[in-house]
């Protein structure tokens, strides 16, 4: 988490915030190490990304790898848009020394120019390094039921395979753009956290996976379920109560 998202307000004492949305013990713990201020309230609820999930309970006859195609800390002058491919092609040399063949790569639905031409680059870039994997769309959830397990950045993906109990290996290395300090103020512990290639290999071979408490994730309030008016006049409240202080 970057905490220069979060401006101070004009005379440089507080964060222009008076709530904020939190998914879970982690985030809210990892949103108050920035914050800093007891006074900002917390509205607690469920990821919504997990209403897009339907486990179907597939016997796992077939399984595979999958690894998340990289975006990167897109605001961060440290991020190399070039070296996100270069990503993907890394981790899959890992796997296949691993004698993982089974991989499929996801990637976002390319729903404008931009994103179908990253697609297509994706898969000339795979097709010159000779590797032979399926790149695919849609949902991540949809492909959840047959995972082995997941390769990927910091993101809600480890959410959503912590929800269906599949093991996320998360590498992260400087090229995406977050620094240490981020990371420092973000929902892992470091040890979970690979920066290099040599890191996620013995990540992988360890089982190092993500281990989070779900309790501490998914026992929260369902977003449509959340009291918006109560949280709208407590606010306009405050408001009333600061306005007389001035």
Known sequence: LDKYLFPKNCCNKRQRIDYFASFGSYDEKMYRSIFYDDNIKTIKMMP???????????????????????????????????????????????????????????????????????????????????ISVEIIFGDFSDYLDNAQYVVGSIGTAIVESIYRNIPYYVYEPYSLGSTDEMLVNSFLDKKMISRDLPELKKMILDEGCVDLDKGKIFNETLVDKVDYRSIIRNYHNLAKIKCHKN
Request: glycine share 2%; net charge positive; charged share 30%.
């Open 48 to 130: 919504p990304v997990i209403s897009t999930h339907k486990v179907k309970f597939n016997i796992k006859e077939d399984q595979f790898v999958v690894v998340l195609f990289p975006y990167g800390v897109l605001h961060s002058p440290y991020c190399r848009w070039d070296k996100k491919y270069k990503y993907v092609i890394d981790v899959v040399n890992i796997l296949n020394d691993l004698d993982c063949k089974k991989i499929k790569i996801k990637m976002k639905t390319g729903n404008d120019t931009y994103q179908d031409k990253e697609n297509q680059l994706m898969r000339k870039l795979l097709d010159k390094n000779n």
